[in-house]
């Protein structure tokens, strides 16, 4: 299947929504390179993007009764591919934090809750980066990875890793910076 292949046309996605078994495999073969895609522009890793994509085409064949319109299919899984994404970045975040808080005693219910929205607040900054930036990010201040290391799995030397490095974590703290600014705006 070509890159330019279109999205299942309105009447395949609408047999596939009325239990027809070889639209909705169709529906679903059609639609793999385009969730891919999807998933490799959002995701942090290539192993991330491959599970998202894996996941969002279970959802399709599981969910498909559900969606509303049958032209909408595009950014339907658009959504649900972010939404597989940031599942595996906050597991990611979680896993982390887990690990620094080694033998400390449990947070108050509030401070757990603080947490989980902050971690969230970064898992959508982070996601809204380019996937280059985002890699570099992700590998490095996340997975811990040492920067040569992340340079050699990317292809880059290490001046080029380091200068995407840097501007990942300047354009992360902007977009918290307007994101923080907007909700103390938002606030009476």
Sequence with gaps: MSRNSPWPDERLVKA???GNISSLT???VESQPHVRRFALSLCATPQDAEDAAQEALIILYRK???LRASGALAS????IVRNECLRHLRLLASASVAEEAGGEP???AETSVLRRLDAERIALAVSGLPRD???VLIMRDVQGYPGRLVAQSLGLSNAAMKSRLHRAR???RQALATDEAA???ALP
């Design 16 to 18: 596939a929504q009325d």
């Design 26 to 28: 169709a529906v679903i």
């Design 64 to 66: 498909i009764g559900t």
């Design 76 to 79: 339907w899984m658009f959504r």
């Design 106 to 108: 449990a947070p108050s």
């Design 133 to 135: 930036q985002r890699q």
């Design 170 to 172: 300047a354009a992360l």
């Design 183 to 185: 909700e103390g705006e």
